[in-house]
């Protein structure tokens, strides 16, 4: 299961925690002082992105992803439907309370290029760059093989971690989710090899994927989240909806114009030596998970969320669902292969919709299967390499 629903339940506990010694010490100030004006707002955010609905593709618009070192920026990306005018839309924008943008909320620019805002805090003292592309949907499909040779750094609290993408020729890049961020919140000072997503040099060829499931230090040991396993996924997480649900804010899925067959590729894995539950460390054995799902989009539902492994992957929109059945530790690279089993939910693949990107598709690796419910073995090492999405040619 996935790290990244630990680290935003953590974060959702501290937040709570956190706003109760606010209000704590808020009440306290009352009662022995008279009663002040509110200290303007220090954030400086886009919670939303208004357009017309007729022209949008989807509904969900990933506003929290990681800062863009090559953009010097925060990137938001807005897909509609193609034949839309780039060179005259006027977006409006949600922002946090007391802040402004510039160029002004509502005014018509250029879309054709990306178009950078800057939005300052209510007291002036921060800002915040964001780069919106406005873009008419992808024609070319993700890669389908994954050797996780490219990653980049990215600066978060005081902290830097990896990123991990795959870029080829004739394909979207694809830019693959973790918990990362969430872990950045649990202390600083802390490199990217640190992190429970990362990337080691000893992979079956040149670089592969590592996950590690870690320790979150005083902070989770206080609230009661005290690991953190190694995740990497396709998909998105909306941390701004988080704190009222994180398996909601976890999204599976990008759109796949294939029908895919199997998921295999080559694993290593070494369980921690003591695995954590229910407050205490016991003799149970850690094990990772790898799956992956199909699913069909429809206009109430355009991606799955965390919800779905805690029903057994079971959901109205699923087509075929992939999982390891036989994972264990290893310490030489060992094969699998993992077949999309269609029968289970009895659906047949509309071939135009397929075409017209009617389908997702993720792929979900965690170094311990638990760890949405905090348990697993701080230490245990997923090492993945040279993985393939094997789908059906089309026909010509």
């Not at 007729?54 to 193609?82: C, F, M």
């Not at 389908?144 to 005081?158: D, G, L, M, R, S």
């Not at 802390?190 to 670089?207: A, C, E, L, Q, V």
């Not at 993720?362 to 701080?378: R, T």
Request: glycine share 8%.
């Amino acid at each position: 299961m996935l790290a990244i629903l630990d680290m935003e339940l953590l974060n959702n506990k501290f937040m709570k925690l956190k706003n109760l010694l606010a209000s704590t010490m808020t009440g306290l100030l009352l009662c022995t002082s008279c009663i002040k004006d509110e200290a303007p707002n220090a954030e400086a955010d886009i919670l939303s992105c208004i357009l017309p609905t007729e022209i949008l593709t989807g509904t969900n618009i990933d506003y929290n992803r990681p800062y863009d070192k090559s953009l010097n920026a925060y990137p938001i990306y807005i897909e509609v439907n193609n034949g839309t005018d780039l060179t005259k839309l006027a977006p409006a924008f949600e922002l946090t309370e007391g802040a402004s943008i510039e160029p002004a909320s509502g005014s018509t620019q250029n879309f054709t290029y990306p178009v950078r805002y800057t939005v300052t805090s209510e007291d002036k003292n921060w800002h915040r760059t964001y780069a919106i592309h406005i873009h008419y949907p992808e024609t070319k499909s993700i890669p389908t093989v994954f050797n996780f040779e490219n990653a980049k750094t990215v600066p978060y609290n005081k902290n830097e971690y990896y990123v991990l993408y795959e870029a080829a020729t004739g394909y979207s890049t694809l830019t693959w989710s973790s918990g990362n961020q969430g872990f950045a919140l649990t202390g600083s000072g802390y490199t990217p090899n640190d992190f429970p997503t990362g990337i080691s040099p000893n992979g079956r060829t040149g670089n592969c994927v590592q996950l590690i499931t870690r320790q979150t230090g005083s902070l989770g040991a206080m609230v009661g989240m005290p690991i953190a396993a190694g995740n990497l996924f396709i998909g998105s997480f909306d941390i701004s909806s988080a704190m009222k649900d994180a398996l909601s804010a976890t999204r599976f899925g990008t759109t796949f114009y294939y029908e895919p067959i199997k998921l295999e590729g080559y694993y290593k894995y070494k369980a921690g030596p003591q695995f954590y539950e229910k407050g205490e460390y016991t003799d149970k054995k850690d094990v990772f998970n790898i799956y992956a799902l199909f699913y069909e989009k429809t206009k109430d539902v355009q991606m799955l969320d965390g919800h779905i492994t805690k029903n057994n992957y079971e959901h109205e929109n699923m087509v075929a669902v992939a999982v390891i059945t036989d994972a264990h530790e290893t310490d030489e690279w060992t094969h699998f292969e993992l077949a999309f089993d269609y029968d289970r939910f009895q659906k047949k693949v509309d071939p135009q919709k397929l075409a017209n990107g009617g389908y997702n598709i993720s792929i979900i690796l965690s170094a311990s299967k638990d760890g949405d419910v905090f348990q697993g073995a701080p230490g245990s090492t997923l090492l993945i390499d040279d993985l393939e999405l094997v789908y059906k040619q089309p026909l010509r």
